[in-house]
């Protein structure tokens, strides 16, 4: 069993920056992705970024890009997500997810479908 915890989440200005972390429990494998959602309050969870475990590519909503960066550190067990330039349309719960399952098709990337495990999430709001 993989359990995810995510760490980082505040209240800031917008403008300002905040580092989300999202730490895995046991050992992970360089098959894995991992990615962040967000579910504004009233919205569906929304895609953030996704990154692999083996090479460290990465791909982002168009939303954030430009402002965000998924990282994994050398261990390939945690993942992290600067924010910068962040505005109010940025507050949400941010959650982690784990894939150890194949990517089969290009939405397993960037839909909650296509992820096995997840984090309880962490509250990022931006006020103007």
């Known amino acids: 069993q993989v359990q995810l915890a995510e760490s980082g989440g505040g209240l800031v200005q917008a403008g300002d920056s905040l580092r989300l972390s999202c730490a895995a429990s046991g050992r992970t494998d360089d098959s894995w992705r991992m990615a962040w959602f967000r579910r504004a309050p009233g919205k569906e969870r929304e895609f953030v970024a996704v990154?692999?475990?083996?090479?460290?590519?990465?791909y982002y909503a168009d939303s954030v890009k430009g402002r965000f960066t998924i990282s994994r550190d050398n261990a390939k067990t945690t993942v992290y997500l600067q924010m910068n330039s962040l505005i109010p349309e940025d507050t949400a719960v941010y959650s982690c997810?784990?894939?150890?399952?194949?990517?089969?098709?290009?939405?397993?990337?960037?839909?909650?479908?296509?992820?096995?495990?997840w984090g309880q999430g962490t509250q990022v709001t931006v006020s103007s």
């Open positions: 997810a784990a894939a150890v399952s194949p990517a089969r098709a290009t939405y397993a990337y960037t839909s909650p479908v296509g992820y096995d495990y």
């Open positions: 990154v692999t475990l083996s090479r460290g590519i990465s």
